[in-house]
């Protein structure tokens, strides 16, 4: 089962836009990730934030995580035709290295 | 440093036959863990093997197994396979620090089709 819940499920912006997805979990973590998929290739790792941060920046990348909501966001700025992809939130609970996604949001980024 | 690589890319099974994919993680990872992913139930966790020794396993029937090598590399094996493992199977490997919880770097995935 999913621990993760992404919203929204699809958007579809102008180049140059910002875009921002949200993902909400269940229980409590050790660190949420968020990952990139293009066209049902492999993901590839974004940004990792820890349980006891707030907000980390990577590039055009901007992840915040409120865990007393058991929120986390992705901001990507000024946008470009390559960000196309599906993007996912991952949590970690506890020891070892067990991911659970979250159902991803599609993004789409018009020239 | 090598990715992680996936062999084979794709693959054509026929429902009741076996299939083992194999995973080559980045060099000096000890950690590998697998993952499926279909339309309807998205990417799922199947199981993470650490030093040889299976460290987590997902909600998957027994007909799913795993191991890992010395060298860290590792196999999957799907046993009577059924039209429902059709799935894009991805394998991550990650340096496997004590107790886990770091970036995982995912392969390019394996393409089970079975009919």
């Known amino acids: 089962s999913q621990q993760g819940e992404e919203d929204p499920q699809a958007l579809s912006i102008q180049e140059g836009e910002n875009a921002t997805m949200n993902c909400s979990y269940k229980?409590?973590?050790?660190?949420l990730q968020w990952y990139r998929q293009n066209s049902g290739r492999g993901l590839v790792h974004l940004i990792l934030i820890r349980s006891n941060e707030r907000e980390k920046h990577s590039g055009r990348l901007r992840v915040t995580l409120d865990t007393s909501k058991k929120s986390s966001s992705l901001l990507i700025t000024a946008s470009r035709a390559a960000d196309t992809a599906s993007y996912f939130c991952?949590?970690?609970?506890?020891?070892?290295?067990?991911?659970?996604f979250g159902g991803g949001t599609r993004v789409l980024v018009k020239p | 440093k090598a990715g992680v690589t996936q062999t084979p890319r794709y693959l054509i099974k026929t429902r009741g036959q076996q299939v083992t994919l194999s995973c080559s993680p980045i060099?000096?990872?000890?950690?590998v863990s697998w993952y499926q992913q279909t339309p309807g139930q998205g990417l799922q966790f199947l199981f993470e093997?650490?030093?040889?020794?299976?460290?987590n396993k997902g909600n998957f029937p027994g007909r799913f197994s795993g191991r890992q090598f010395s060298n860290s590399r590792s196999e999957m094996n799907v046993s009577t396979l059924e039209l429902g493992d059709s799935a894009l199977y991805l394998c991550?490997?990650?340096?496997?620090?004590?107790?886990?919880?770091?970036?995982?770097?995912f392969g390019p995935g394996t393409r089970l089709t079975v009919l």
């Open positions: 093997y650490f030093s040889e020794t299976q460290r």
């Open positions: 991952a949590t970690l609970k506890a020891a070892g290295n067990k991911l659970t």
């Open positions: 060099s000096g990872h000890r950690s």
């Open positions: 991550a490997s990650s340096p496997g620090l004590a107790g886990g919880g770091d970036t995982q770097y």
């Open positions: 229980t409590s973590i050790n660190n």
